[in-house]
């Protein structure tokens, strides 16, 4: 069960997404962000970490109008994921080491669960244009 506070901070982040969706500049930026963090915390984030970059992919696909096979709610949804997975001071503040990142990891997977097959069809997508069969 995610913890109610997780969840309407996610919630927040979410309306906050509505700045980016039509903005690639500022989407590019929030995923440079983004990618740092995920580097940075790469051993922390588990499994989060391989949904994390096909969030990163999606948005970037999306962002570019190379992929638009995705309702617009769901784009902003996986912003306001990525929003909460970058901002410092959320549900567990970042500054909590070991702790401030579960939370993100949680957020990302909720996020996954609930639009799975949309990322699903944009996995498949993503193999195809670029050659590789699917994971």
Known sequence: MVDP??????KKQ???????????????GLLKKAILKARNNKGTLGD???KLQLFFDLVQAYSKGEYRNVAPATILTIIGAILYFVSPLDAVPDFLVGLGIVDDAAVIGLTLKKLSVEINEFKKWKHSTKGNPLD
């Open 5 to 10: 506070q997780i969840y309407f901070e996610a």
């Open 48 to 50: 989060a970490w391989e």
């Open 14 to 28: 979410r309306e906050g997404a509505k700045g980016y969706i039509d903005n690639p500049k500022k989407t590019e």
